[in-house]
Nanobody
Framework: QVQLVESGGGLVQAGGSLKLSCVAP????????MNWYRQAPGKQRDVVASITTVGSTYYANSAKGRFTVSRDNAKNTVYLQMNNLKPEDTAVYYC?????????WGQGTQVTVSS
């Protein structure tokens, strides 16, 4: 069982910042691209950002210019720095990895942005 543990969510005013963290098992983290997804109420779960093992990144259009994904290989941790948050960023944020063809998810962390 692969366990991904997210933290860092919370309530913030529009324009504020939050930094999410996700810790993964070492062998999973070291050899895989790590992803952040989010799911707002009544909506599908969508990718927000990804980072490969060598640090190449991908961002959804909604995240470009405001969010930064990074990874600390020494800590087996992937981060999502979110700046200039908007009410439409309100969602449960999930860490995700595709390992050996199987998808693994964290438990999610709630991000709520008030206007």
């Amino acid at each position: 069982q692969v366990q991904l543990v997210e933290s860092g969510g919370g309530l913030v005013q529009a324009g504020g910042s939050l930094k999410l963290s996700c810790v993964a098992p070492e062998l999973i983290f070291r050899f895989n691209t790590m992803n952040w997804y989010r799911q707002a109420p009544g909506k599908q779960r969508d990718v927000v950002a990804s980072i490969t093992t060598v640090g190449s990144t991908y961002y959804a259009n909604s995240a470009k210019g405001r969010f930064t994904v990074s990874r600390d290989n020494a800590k087996n941790t992937v981060y999502l720095q979110m700046n200039n948050l908007k009410p439409e960023d309100t969602a449960v944020y999930y860490c995700n990895v595709n390992h050996g063809g199987s998808l693994f998810w964290g438990q999610g962390t709630q991000v709520t942005v008030s206007s």
